[in-house]
């Protein structure tokens, strides 16, 4: 890991690293940052799911590369993609990172049925910043949901499910 000091209004540039880097902004607040640069190759474009954040042809080439990078493996990323970002987890911390334009534009165009055909093959680099600790769920927790689960279900609610649309991939796209 490499420390950096950076005044305030100025950008860093970073070597791609396989390990975070942990950058000083001003005197209190340090920053690590993991730069990553995926590429989209044809299988993950034609194995992925449109309209399915769990498994779209960019959270499956995110997962593969960072797995490559950072030595972990996938299902402990717990990757996630969507119209304003990637988030995962790494090392107890969770991470964010803003999607660049052009992921975006072919992200929606991925989950067009009559415009998935133009995406093709692409590389992009990414930036991923160190957010909060990730608090797991107690036993006692999950019991308490577990029960409300079951007292929803004898009360006659109906089952609570995911709809996957394209409005709610694509939130936030301006």
């Known amino acids: 890991m490499t420390q950096l000091t ?22 209190s607040k340090r920053v690590e940052i993991l730069k990553c640069t995926v590429y989209v190759i044809q299988s993950d474009i034609d194995g ?17 590369t960072l797995s490559a990078t950072l030595k972990v493996e996938i299902s402990s990323l717990r990757v996630r993609v969507d119209a304003t970002g990637i ?5 107890g911390r969770r991470w964010h990172a803003v999607l660049p334009r052009k992921v975006k534009t072919t992200l929606i165009a991925y989950d067009d049925p009559k415009n ?23 036993p006692e927790r999950q019991e308490q949901m577990y029960d409300a689960h079951l007292a929803r279900v004898a009360a006659g609610e109906p089952e609570r499910t995911r709809h996957r649309s394209l409005r709610s991939r694509i939130v936030g796209i301006q």
């Open 6 to 27: 950076l005044k305030l209004g100025t950008r860093p540039s970073f070597k791609t690293s396989p390990r975070p880097e942990k950058v000083s902004l001003g005197r």
């Open 48 to 64: 992925g799911h449109r309209c399915d954040a769990n498994r779209c042809m960019h959270k499956v080439a995110i997962a593969r």
């Open 87 to 91: 988030r995962f987890h790494y090392k």
């Open 116 to 138: 998935r055909h133009t995406v093709k093959p692409h590389a992009y680099t990414f930036q991923a910043i160190r957010g909060a600790k990730v608090i797991s769920i107690t």
